[in-house]
Nanobody, 124 residues
Framework: QVQLVESGGGLVQAGGSLRLSCAAS????????MGWYRQAPGKERESVAH???????NYAHSVKGRFTISRDNAKNTLDLQINRLKPDDTAVYYC??????????????????WGKGTLVTVSS
């Protein structure tokens, strides 16, 4: 199992910045990709950013140029730097960790683990 704990959410004014963090524990040596999802009130959960174990990143179109995802494999942490926040960024942000083929004995099938989320509220 992988446990994920997010932190860094809060209330911020539009135009401000936040840095979200996610601490992973458990079978971290089996983690391949990691990422962030968000779910705004009344909306479906959406992928925001993703990073591979090698550091390749991709972002949702709506956040490109404002969000930066990074990870520290040695510390088992994942960060999301959010700049120029907009009210539309208000959401619960979730950290995810994917397990693919790194640990076939423990995980014969791909799995995704989720954190419990951290709330980001952007005031106009």
């Amino acid at each position: 199992q992988v446990q994920l704990v997010e932190s860094g959410g809060g209330l911020v004014q539009a135009g401000g910045s936040l840095r979200l963090s996610c601490a992973a524990s458990g079978d971290t040596n089996c983690i391949s990709g990691m990422g962030w999802y968000r779910q705004a009130p009344g909306k479906e959960r959406e992928s925001v950013a993703h990073i591979t174990s090698g550091g390749s990143t991709n972002y949702a179109h709506s956040v490109k140029g404002r969000f930066t995802i990074s990870r520290d494999n040695a510390k088992n942490t994942l960060d999301l730097q959010i700049n120029r926040l907009k009210p539309d960024d208000t959401a619960v942000y979730y950290c995810i960790a994917d397990i693919g083929s790194s640990c076939p004995a423990e995980y014969p099938y791909a799995m995704r683990f989720w954190g419990k989320g951290t709330l980001v509220t952007v005031s106009s």
